[in-house]
């Protein structure tokens, strides 16, 4: 085997992320105040994010069962919550547009992580951490990716070319592990993973291409719709990688969706893969371009003036160029997260048909199929207000159907 398989990367942030969501699990069953405020988090965040939801499920049955009831129970407050208050309160539009992106789990893990990649830039720029031991050895490259952005001036300068120099080491490593290895248990994929982003390691086990059940067991109508977009887009990304397709057609960019490719049982797509991903990162930050406004002359101000203003701007000649601001745009986009979320607008929409032609009897258990963050997603697409309060309506009526069994008990510890 080659010697740079040897000693596998080994990232100090992703170890201590993955460490923190495991203190997560172990706190619910042991810290009795972190319980009894857990179902006022998740009114706040309108839920966990399907990575920590799923672990919360495949953890002690005991604390499965038992965070099922807080989301229940947290539901049951957000319906009276939108009942007493108009959805367009800035309080209610805040928990609803901040759905997508919050987490009870994730809050405590990206503080964490800020304050990680903080410590790590303070070394290198008092030098009490060499550049090249950090982005060799000690953080995986979407770490280090990272911590390139958050650099500055000189020292962003020098991290650059270390990064890319990262970059070559990773997928040189990777093409060189002969047939003899590859065909063992498909190495290549390991290998990827732990150096690109080994945190994420549970998207990788949810990445085959095959037409199995989705790995979650909600009923969510709109989460099984993404699931069945998600296994659509990977078995894509395996054809056009195949077909010799550009690129940018399907190939992710951003770390999660890159890993969700690797575990696909073919080296070649996992190698273009993390090529595309590596070259996305590191390609040159674009700038906006913004027009200067140019001054005219207040005579051809005048609306109804218009060939004096024409005359005007002749003699005053070519409006000047253009001048890049220097606000760079954001990261390449990324053809999985687009395929996410066309697949969550199309279900939602679905969703909001069926909800249109559903009785009253049938709204309301209709409605209780949805997770919180996709109720957040369907209560801000309604398409006028009438549908919004029917949808408070059906949610506090199914709720007060079974207060009694939804009910969080007391926690004895």
């Known amino acids: 085997m080659n010697q740079s398989m040897a000693h596998p990367w080994h990232c100090v942030v992703c170890q201590h992320l993955i460490?923190?969501?495991?203190?997560?699990?172990?706190?619910?069953?042991?810290?009795?105040?972190?319980?009894?405020?857990?179902?006022?988090?998740?009114?706040?965040?309108?839920?966990?994010?399907?990575?920590?939801?799923?672990?919360?499920?495949?953890s002690d049955p005991d604390i499965a069962d038992w965070s099922r009831r807080c989301v229940s129970?947290?539901?049951?407050?957000?319906?009276?919550?939108?009942?007493?208050?108009?959805?367009?309160?800035?309080?209610?539009?805040?928990?609803?547009?901040?759905?997508?992106?919050?987490?009870?789990?994730?809050?405590?893990?990206s503080r964490l992580e800020g304050r990680l990649l903080t410590r790590l830039l303070l070394d290198l720029e008092s030098k009490r951490t060499s550049l090249r031991s950090l982005f060799s050895t000690q953080v995986c490259f979407e770490?280090?990716?990272?911590?390139?952005?958050?650099?500055?001036?000189a020292l962003r300068v020098r991290m650059r070319p270390a990064l890319r120099k990262r970059s070559e080491h990773i997928l040189s490593a990777a093409i060189s592990i002969d047939a003899a290895d590859a065909s063992s248990g498909c190495p290549i994929e390991g290998l990827l993973t732990d150096a690109l982003y080994p945190?994420?390691?549970g998207l990788v086990e949810r990445s085959a291409c095959d037409d199995a059940p989705a790995h979650s067991t909600d009923s969510c109508p709109v989460c099984m719709e993404m699931e069945s977009g998600r296994r659509h887009w990977l078995k894509?990304?395996?054809e056009n990688i195949r077909l010799g397709q550009p690129a940018w057609l399907t190939l992710p960019t951003c770390a999660e969706h890159t890993l969700m490719c690797l575990n696909t049982g073919d080296p070649d797509v996992a190698l273009a893969v993390a090529q595309r991903y590596v070259e996305a990162s590191l390609a040159p930050p674009r700038r906006r371009v913004v027009s200067l406004v140019?001054?005219?002359?207040?005579?051809?101000?005048?609306?109804?003036?218009?060939?004096?203003?024409?005359?005007?701007?002749a003699a005053e000649g070519p409006p000047p160029e253009s001048a890049p601001a220097a606000e760079p745009v954001a990261f390449i986009?990324?053809?999985?997260?687009?395929?996410?979320?066309?697949?969550?607008?199309?279900?939602?929409?679905s969703f909001l048909r069926s909800f249109g032609r559903a009785t009253d009897m049938q709204a309301p258990l209709l409605l209780g199929q949805l997770c919180l963050k996709h109720l957040a997603e369907v209560?801000?697409?309604?398409?006028?207000?009438?549908?919004?309060?029917?949808?408070?309506?059906?949610?506090?009526k199914a709720r007060a159907e079974d207060r009694h069994a939804v009910t969080v008990p007391a926690v004895a510890l």
């Open 19 to 58: 460490e923190a969501d495991q203190r997560y699990l172990r706190r619910l069953q042991t810290d009795r105040r972190m319980r009894c405020t857990l179902t006022e988090a998740l009114v706040a965040s309108m839920g966990f994010c399907d990575h920590h939801w799923q672990r919360l499920q495949e």
């Open 73 to 109: 129970e947290a539901t049951t407050r957000l319906g009276e919550l939108f009942a007493r208050t108009k959805l367009q309160d800035e309080f209610l539009q805040d928990l609803l547009f901040g759905a997508r992106s919050r987490c009870p789990a994730c809050l405590s893990s």
């Open 143 to 153: 770490h280090a990716r990272q911590l390139t952005g958050r650099a500055e001036g």
């Open 199 to 201: 945190r994420v390691e």
């Open 236 to 238: 894509a990304v395996v």
């Open 294 to 313: 140019r001054k005219r002359r207040r005579g051809s101000t005048r609306w109804f003036n218009a060939p004096a203003a024409s005359a005007d701007a």
């Open 333 to 349: 986009h990324c053809p999985g997260c687009q395929q996410s979320d066309v697949a969550m607008r199309r279900a939602v929409f």
């Open 379 to 396: 209560m801000i697409y309604a398409p006028e207000e009438r549908t919004q309060a029917r949808m408070v309506k059906c949610l506090n």
